[in-house]
Structure formats: structure tokens, C-alpha cells
């Protein structure tokens, strides 16, 4: 039906045509309702411009609502593509876990077989001595039964010949007559060897191969140039690529910076960034809630020093560094900045903390965060430090020139502690003061 044959509705009051609009009632009048004291003071509009005037007005709103249609069909597809890359790093996360696995699988396996080879050795070695026992025992029975025989048949002999033969078999008798063999010492398997302690042993051979990296980097944070290493302790800027990442709220979008997995609130902490492959890098702290998007991160809540970047921010250190050293005292409010190579301090910040922090690292080229590497202490050294945390109850020995960890003890103090030292005599030892500049 032509919907110009449609009958226009009429006032519901007077039966006349809706001719106006009334702007306070927002609705259709007639020209006898204009007059009427229910409409006095009300302002009108003819229904052609009131009609023009809201369809700009809905327009408007369609076109807000078709913009927010746009942007929900953008944010559905980020969603998807959040939802595959959720599955990519779980396969991938996966894959790496495997393969560590796989790593100490065989690390027990090659100990596994090194052990039981060693055992065989034994039993060879073993077996080879007692067999030769074996031979020598067999020629002393041997012997044995033929001095026996010879006596049996002097026995039977006449007398004379009895006599001239006696000295001659009583010699041969002596002879045969030494000492039995004995079984060896030593001869059974060393079983404790073998089985004695075997998972601690074998434990501590794995420290050789397992390291500890103080600070894990959060892939989740990372700028989307930054390519992290599958153990997540180095990071590199691709330069000229982006992976396809999603733009999570705690992504990086402007500076080519990622943080630490793991925030800090109290106690003291230390790690080692290797930054002699990068012309230009910036490490530190920040807070959590410190904005990542744009180019407001640098602006407030950043304790850091940085060499060679175009934008700088914290402490600027002038010499080319091999590494830089980070000691975080969260209840002190302090972070130091030192050259562990050289034992060279750079600088710290005082401030007080109010919120969680974290490691921060920003660069073009290649960082790494130096492990910690367990092992026994038979090492001759130049130099021990001594980190002391009596608030979490650990005392930790490394060695400063190699960044080598040493030892940590873990304890409850219920009582004040002091340091000591000890040598033995013709033994010098010296408290090296930190560089005050």
C-alpha cells in the first residue's frame, strides 16, 4: 500500500489536523490546542521543521551508533586475534616446557647410564680379579693332588726305595704346602658408591647445568618490536618489524621497553644486565601503575640510568658499560646503580616506595639479564660479597668479578647479628669500601 494514501492521524481532542509540534510535550497539537490553557507558554513548531529537526538529530545518533558498530567489529576481531595468540603461547609455552624437561630427562638419563656403566666396570674388574683367583686356586689344588698321588705311591713302595725318596717328597710337600690363597680385600662391589646419597649427588651435578635468573622478563609487556628469547631473560629490538601482538592494557606501544615478571613491595634485591652489545639502553625501576601507552612512561615513577638514548630519563652514565648491577631496597626506598665489573658505584635514588616495582628495560639492541650459577665453593677467589637480608632471613655469598652465586642460607634471626671474619695465618683480608661518587 502507498503509504501516501495513509490517512494522517487527527487530534484525538478536536478532530482537527496536527499542524504544530509542541517543544515542551514533545508531542503532535492541532491550532485549537495552541490556544488551549493546557499549552500556555509553550513554544511551537510547524510539524515539517520539528520533523527535519529530529531526523538531524536521529541521523546523528545513527551515526554514532553505526561509528560504535565500526569500533565493536574492530574490537571483536582484536578479540579473536587475542584468543588465537592466547593459543599460540599456550602451544608455544608448551613446547618450551617439554623441551626443558626433555633437557633434564636426558641429564638423568646420561647420569643413569654413567652410573650403571661405572658399575659394570667394577663388576668387570671384579670378576677378572677373582678369576685369575679362581686360575691360582685351581693350580694349588692341583698341585695338591699330585703331591697326594706322588705320596700314595711312595707308600707303596719298598723300603729302601721309601727312604731314598722321603727327603725329595717331604721337599715337594713344603712346596706345595704354602699358604691357601685368601680372598682378596676389596673384592665385592662397592655398593654405597653407587647407591650412597645418589638423588642428592646427582642433584648437585645438576646444578652445574641449571641456572637462576633473578628477573624474568613479561612477554605481555613487551613493545610489539621487541623480540625476548624463549628463556625470557634477553631482549632485542627487531628494528623494523612489529609482530602482530595484541595491544593488552600492559603492552608497551611508544618506547621499546619491557618490564620484569615480578613486582616488588618489600625486602632487597639484585641483578646483572649485560649491555656491552647496545649503543644505547635505559634499566631500572618502575611503578606498576606507571602508563605504558604513548610517551608519558619516562615522565614520573622511573628510578633509572641510561646511556646513549635520544630521549633521556634518570641518571646518564658517560663510559661504555659491560654491566650494569641493580640493587632495589624496597624498605629503605633505594636504588643503587654500580659497575660490578670495575666495582664502580654510578649512582642511587632515595625515595619512598608506595607502590609495586618493577625492573624495567628499555633498548634498541640486545640486553641480557645475567644468571645466577650455583656450585660448590672450591674456587679460589679475589673478592666475597656478602648480601645480608634480616628481614627475609637470608644471607647470600657471591662472588662480585665472576657474578657468581655462591651460597644462600635461609634462616630465622631472633636475635642481632654481626658480621665476622676469619683466616688462617699470613692471610689478609680487606673490607673494600663502595665508591661514594
Known amino acids: 500500500m502507498d503509504s501516501r494514501s495513509v490517512e494522517e492521524p487527527s487530534c484525538s481532542v478536536h478532530r482537527e489536523k496536527l499542524k504544530l509540534f ?12 495552541r490556544d488551549s490553557q493546557k499549552h500556555d507558554n509553550h513554544t511551537f513548531r510547524p510539524i515539517s521543521e520539528a520533523v527535519s529537526s529530529y531526523k538531524e538529530e536521529l541521523k546523528t545518533t545513527l551515526k554514532s551508533l553505526q561509528i560504535k558498530i565500526t569500533q565493536g567489529v574492530k574490537m571483536r576481531e582484536e578479540f579473536e586475534k587475542t584468543v588465537q595468540h592466547i593459543k599460540s603461547q599456550a602451544d608455544h609455552t608448551e613446547h618450551q616446557i617439554k623441551q626443558q624437561f626433555e633437557k633434564l630427562h636426558q641429564f638423568l638419563r646420561d647420569e643413569e647410564e654413567a652410573t650403571i656403566t661405572a658399575l659394570r666396570e667394577e663388576e668387570e674388574q671384579k670378576k677378572q680379579m677373582m678369576e685369575e683367583k679362581l686360575e691360582e686356586i685351581n693350580r694349588h689344588i692341583s698341585a695338591l693332588s ?50 650412597g646419597n645418589l638423588p642428592f649427588r646427582v642433584w648437585k651435578k645438576m646444578q652445574d647445568i641449571v641456572q637462576n635468573t633473578p628477573v624474568i622478563l613479561d612477554p605481555n609487556t613487551a613493545n610489539p618490536r621487541l623480540v625476548l628469547s624463549d628463556d625470557l631473560t634477553s631482549v632485542k629490538d627487531s628494528l623494523l618489524n612489529s609482530q602482530p601482538l595484541p595491544d593488552n592494557p600492559e603492552r608497551f606501544d611508544y618506547y621499546s621497553c619491557v618490564l620484569g615478571s615480578e613486582g616488588f613491595n618489600s625486602g ?3 641483578w646483572d644486565v649485560e649491555v656491552n652489545e647496545s649503543l644505547c639502553w635505559s634499566v631500572g625501576v618502575t611503578t606498576a601503575s606507571n602508563q605504558r601507552k604513548g610517551r608519558d612512561f ?109 651460597h644462600t642460607f635461609t634462616t630465622t634471626f631472633t636475635d642481632t647479628v654481626l658480621q665476622f671474619f676469619w683466616c688462617e695465618w699470613f692471610a689478609h683480608l680487606s673490607i673494600l669500601p663502595f665508591d661514594s661518587q
Not at 174 to 185: A, E, G, N, R, V
Request: glycine share 4%.
Open 22 to 33: 509542541c517543544l515542551e510535550d514533545k508531542q503532535p497539537v492541532c491550532l485549537v490546542c
Open 146 to 195: 699330585h703331591s697326594i698321588k706322588d705320596m700314595e705311591e711312595m707308600m707303596k713302595a719298598s723300603d729302601v726305595c721309601f727312604l731314598k725318596e722321603f727327603p725329595v717328597s717331604m721337599e715337594r710337600v713344603q712346596i706345595s704346602s704354602q699358604p691357601d690363597p685368601q680372598t682378596p680385600s676389596g673384592a665385592l662391589i662397592d655398593v654405597p658408591r653407587y647407591l
Open 268 to 270: 632487597t634485591y639484585c
Open 298 to 406: 619516562f615522565n614520573t615513577d622511573v628510578w633509572s640510568v641510561w646511556y646513549g638514548l635520544c630521549e633521556p630519563s634518570g641518571f646518564p652514565v658517560e663510559q661504555d658499560l659491560e654491566r650494569v648491577r641493580v640493587n632495589l631496597d624496597c624498605d629503605r626506598g633505594t636504588v643503587s646503580f654500580s659497575d660490578p665489573v670495575t666495582n664502580t658505584h654510578l649512582h642511587t635514588f632515595t625515595t619512598t616506595f608506595t607502590d609495586t616495582v618493577l625492573p624495567f628495560f628499555c633498548s634498541i639492541y640486545h640486553l641480557r639479564i645475567l644468571p645466577y650459577s650455583y656450585g660448590t665453593f672450591e674456587q679460589d677467589l679475589e673478592r666475597v660479597r656478602v648480601d645480608l637480608d634480616c628481614d627475609r632471613g637470608t644471607v647470600s655469598f657471591s662472588d662480585p668479578v665472576t657474578n657468581t652465586h655462591l
